[in-house]
């Protein structure tokens, strides 16, 4: 075992505080890494304050982590000492079920998440990036492109996948017109992504405060929403939404902005139940849908476009004894575009 030094949650109701905790002695298949960034999304937020309802303490949250590989079990063969690596949301999957080889393994059960689930023996807690070091198996460990900055890499392990994911699986590109609604963590990645893609990318954001940055990161078009002119003027507009929101806002005039065929993906995970009335999708056989992530070859195969295209998040760097601060500011969309935690600010 080897002690990890970070900041956890012990309550849903009390701020992240310093704490230390044990690592597995790696086994052979696994890498160890120095963790140098860390993303904050604002799933983060959610459980570490358990507004899903499932969480467990304490959690060290922290799921877009890359570093660089410190040692490597007997067994590695794509890592060595010294690479640049990234870990993402989880950290073992399914290994038996049939379907793994769809790569879809983020859909299957037995998938462990990096932080706030239990590893494979269904007893050891994960714990997450928010701290020095982790231990995970070589085939849950990314690499990082050499051209890519590592701090603003960071967003791409988990911001980045969510967007790039259903992008590709609707088939964003040219031709295409495509919304994405909130422009945090995850939509700022949407418009990056959508634009390189080909598509024609709108913004839908609460209000008019973005736009510059918007425009500059790929959208061709930006809304406001608060403005009821808008739902009028985009009536019928889109082929694709993707919504990153996690509050409650008005799903039935989101999804008149549809075509015929449209569909309506839901990526932000709000507390409770989506109202959504027939009449919004009947009509114009619109869909709704949802999706979570993507699997290990997609985010590497995300990682190499970003690499090609020189795509990274925007970032504002944070201490790790800021972490709080920085978590009230996200809830209040008040962060340009992702907060990294510098792992160097940990003391010894
Ligand atoms: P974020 O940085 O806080 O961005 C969310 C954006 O939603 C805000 O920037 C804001 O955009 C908009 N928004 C906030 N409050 C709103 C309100 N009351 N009405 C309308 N719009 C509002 O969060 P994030 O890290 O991108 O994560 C977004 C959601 O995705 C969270 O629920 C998170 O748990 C979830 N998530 C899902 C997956 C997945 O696999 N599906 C992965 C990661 C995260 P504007 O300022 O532009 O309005
Ligand atoms: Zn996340």
């Not at 050891?124 to 890519?148: A, C, F, M, R």
């Not at 790929?218 to 403005?227: K, M, P, Q, R």
């Not at 799903?251 to 027939?278: C, M, Q, R, S």
Request: glycine residues 10%.
């Amino acid at each position: 075992m080897a002690i990890a030094r970070g900041y956890a949650a012990t309550d849903a109701s009390k701020p992240l505080t310093p704490f230390t905790f044990d690592r597995r002695e790696p086994r052979d298949d696994d890498v160890v890494i120095d963790i140098k960034y860390c993303g904050v999304c604002h799933s983060d937020i959610h459980q570490a304050r358990n507004e899903w309802g499932n969480s467990t303490f304490p959690m060290v949250p922290g799921h877009e982590i890359v570093g660089i590989v410190r040692a490597v079990g007997s067994r590695v063969t794509r890592f060595k000492l010294g690479d640049r690596v990234g870990v993402g949301c989880f950290v073992d999957s399914c290994t038996t079920c049939a379907s793994r080889d769809l790569d879809l393994e983020q859909y299957l059960p037995g998938l462990v998440p990096t932080y706030n689930g239990f590893e494979s023996d269904g007893q050891t807690p994960t714990q997450g990036g928010y701290s020095d070091h982790i231990v995970v198996k070589e085939g849950y460990v990314l690499s990082i492109p050499e051209n890519l900055p590592l701090n603003a890499a960071a967003p791409l392990l988990c911001a980045g996948i969510t967007l790039y994911s259903p992008l590709r699986h609707w088939k964003a590109g040219p031709g295409k017109k495509v919304a994405i609604v909130g422009m945090g963590g995850l939509g700022h990645m949407g418009v990056k992504f959508a634009h390189a893609m080909g598509a024609e990318v709108t913004v839908l954001s609460q209000s008019l405060s973005k736009k510059e940055d918007g425009l500059k990161l790929g959208a061709d078009h930006y809304y406001a929403t608060n403005d009821p002119e808008t739902f009028t003027a985009l009536a019928g507009r889109f082929d694709l939404i993707i919504c990153t929101v996690a509050a409650e806002i008005d799903w039935n005039a989101y999804l008149t902005l549809l075509k015929v065929d449209g569909d309506f993906v839901l990526v932000g995970i709000p507390e409770n139940p989506v109202p959504v009335h027939a009449f919004s999708l009947v009509p114009a056989r619109r869909s709704i849908s949802g999706s979570m992530i993507g699997s290990i070859k997609e985010t590497q195969e995300m990682l190499d476009f970003c690499g090609e295209h020189g795509i990274v998040s925007e970032i504002e760097t944070i201490g790790i004894d800021e972490i709080n601060g920085a978590f009230e500011r996200v809830i209040k969309s008040d962060v340009r575009y992702r907060f990294v935690i510098d792992m160097a600010s940990i003391k010894a």
